[in-house]
Nanobody, 126 residues
Framework: VQLQASGGGLVQAGGSLRLSCAASGSSTLDYYAIGWFRQAPGKEREGVSC????????YYADSVKGRFTISRGNAKNTVYLQMNSLKPEDTAVYYC???????????????????WGKGTLVTVSS
């Protein structure tokens, strides 16, 4: 599956953005667990949030818990990451990823994903 992340941009601290992860063509994301990762300049890649393939399990990194929400869209080829109360430290390139594993997103996020999309840049100004 080919993934495309979108929705990034420049926002002031305290603002909101909604990122979208879309599958190309007629592909559906229903057969995949989805993970959002981010990487800020000079920092290691960080797992932000994920949603399981079945069961609707979700996970959030402590740094975003209570501010970000991951969800599947009504259309079967989109997953969203709603980001509220953004902080300058949320500035990063955000990547949408997918795995066909049924077990992924069971209380933690590994980075052994099958598919990675191109990132979308989120910049939060202070």
């Amino acid at each position: 599956v080919q993934l495309q992340a979108s929705g990034g941009g420049l926002v002031q601290a305290g603002g909101s953005l909604r990122l979208s992860c879309a599958a190309s063509g007629s592909s559906t994301l229903d057969y995949y667990a989805i993970g959002w990762f981010r990487q800020a300049p000079g920092k290691e890649r960080e797992g932000v949030s994920c949603i399981s393939r079945v069961g609707g399990r979700t996970y959030y990194a402590d740094s975003v818990k209570g501010r970000f929400t991951i969800s599947r869209g009504n259309a079967k080829n989109t997953v969203y990451l709603q980001m509220n109360s953004l902080k300058p430290e949320d500035t990063a390139v955000y990547y949408c990823t997918a795995t066909s594993s049924y077990y992924y997103c069971s209380g933690y996020m590994g980075d052994d994903m099958n598919y990675w999309g191109k990132g979308t840049l989120v910049t939060v100004s202070s």
